[in-house]
């Protein structure tokens, strides 16, 4: 079993930034991709970034050059900077592991708005 806890969700203007963090605990020896997913009001779960355990990363194509995934194996933690946020960047985030088995977070709400 692997638990994870985010934080660093808010309110924050567009064309602000922010930066989450996402702490496993449990198995995590097993732990090999971390990310980040969201959801948007009545809209569904959606993914957002991934990085695997030797650093490789993936991005969904609408926030490629304004998010950035990072994650640092000794602590356990991924982390999320989001730059240049947008209105529709507004949702739950969710971080995420696998591990032989998938792994979510209850989730942080970022919105974005004036």
């Known amino acids: 079993q692997v638990q994870l806890v985010e934080s660093g969700g808010g309110l924050v203007q567009p064309g602000g930034s922010l930066g989450l963090s996402c702490a496993a605990s449990?198995?995590?020896?097993?732990?090999?991709?971390m990310g980040w997913y969201r959801q948007a009001p009545g809209k569904g779960r959606e993914y957002v970034a991934t990085i695997s355990s030797n650093g490789s990363t993936n991005y969904a194509y609408s926030v490629k050059g304004r998010f950035t995934i990072s994650r640092d194996n000794a602590k356990n933690t991924v982390y999320l900077q989001l730059n240049s946020l947008k209105p529709e960047d507004t949702a739950v985030y969710y971080c995420?592991?696998?591990?032989?088995?998938?792994?979510w977070g209850k989730g942080t709400l970022v919105t974005v708005s004036s």
């Open positions: 995420y592991c696998y591990s032989g088995m998938h792994y």
């Open positions: 449990g198995s995590i020896f097993s732990i090999k991709t």
